[in-house]
């Protein structure tokens, strides 16, 4: 197995201000340092400033946590980020996401969605993945479903996540289950 191109801090000599943030980390909901997380860690303040940010969007965000992962998914399979993948696939599911829509989703494919702001979320998400500006109707649909602060934290949640798949393509490293990939 080769080694990530950027190396994972050793959780057992980490410096006091790392091992504040691991701690805090492996208290709250994630319950363990990995991921991105663990590679922010190089950065002890960017690592709880973000890890913050993560926990408001599973914690505080208004946004269903359904609609949550079917953004966070497509922008693990816009960026091709199998962790990212491999991690929310399962809460997807669990938070009321079909297999079906996550395995189109896995293929490029547009869902068939059946679930009300399903498909609003998605025409937003696609439209901000695709890096242009909102299309009018599209924004104005979206704030009609999830209001302006939805609107406002689903923006935040597409980044937020575009910065861990960042990290996470930058460094390669391998998933949980010791493969490399999940999206070929």
């Not at 340092?33 to 400033?49: K, T």
């Not at 980020?81 to 829509?101: P, Q, V």
């Not at 500006?133 to 704030?143: G, M, N, Q, T």
Request: glycine share 8%; charged share 25%.
């Amino acid at each position: 197995m080769s080694r990530p191109r950027i190396s994972l801090p050793d959780l057992d000599k980490l410096s006091t201000d790392q091992q504040r943030v691991a701690d805090a980390v492996a208290a709250g909901p994630r319950g363990e340092v990995r991921g991105p997380v663990r590679l922010w860690l190089h950065s002890s303040e960017l690592a709880d400033r973000a890890q913050k940010l993560g926990e408001f969007f599973r914690l505080g965000t208004i946004v269903p946590q359904r609609i949550c992962e079917l953004v966070i998914l497509m922008t693990a399979r816009h960026y091709n980020c199998d962790y990212i993948w491999f991690n929310h696939s399962r809460m997807a599911l669990k938070r009321g996401l079909s297999a079906e829509t996550i395995e189109r989703l896995r293929r490029g494919q547009v869902p068939n969605f059946d679930q009300p702001g399903d498909s609003t979320a998605y025409d937003f998400a696609t439209a901000v993945l695709r890096g242009g500006k909102v299309p009018d109707p599209v924004l104005e649909s979206a704030i009609a479903v999830f209001g302006e602060r939805g609107v406002v934290e689903l923006g935040a949640l597409i980044g937020h996540y575009h910065s861990g798949a960042i990290v996470l393509s930058v460094s390669d490293i391998v998933l949980p289950d010791g493969s490399r990939s999940c999206l070929d």
